[in-house]
């Protein structure tokens, strides 16, 4: 009996799939570009849709090495500061507000509301 006929978990057969499938598709990719590699050493003419698709997986291949294959970005260059007294920039984030009116408000709960309901302690009044 193999290890997949001992497998009766839905999702772990499912896992065990998509994995399958991904390892397939990794080894049919570097199949083909053997195959266009001994080509090209034992000097037979590759067809160039082949060749260029082969350059392709070399590039994407690079790429996950050097960027990873999560969502991030390639590092700035830093640029040198020419111009140090520009204006500050303007935009998103916070800005003092001092004219805003400041109000006070207490809610004070009812005796039922003051006891935890997940350890049954009373509840105390939270500081500044």
Known sequence: MSRLEEISDVKTLQQ????????TIRQSKKIA?????VARLKGEHTDPQMELKLLKEQLAAMQREVFGESSERRPREE??????S???RRGHGPKSQPNLPVEEVTHILEEDDRTCQICGETLT????
């Open 16 to 23: 065990v799939a998509s994995h399958l499938e991904k390892t």
């Open 33 to 37: 570009r053997l195959r266009a590699q």
């Open 125 to 128: 009044e939270m500081g500044d």
């Open 79 to 84: 640029k040198p500061d020419a111009d140090e």
């Open 86 to 88: 520009k204006a500050p």
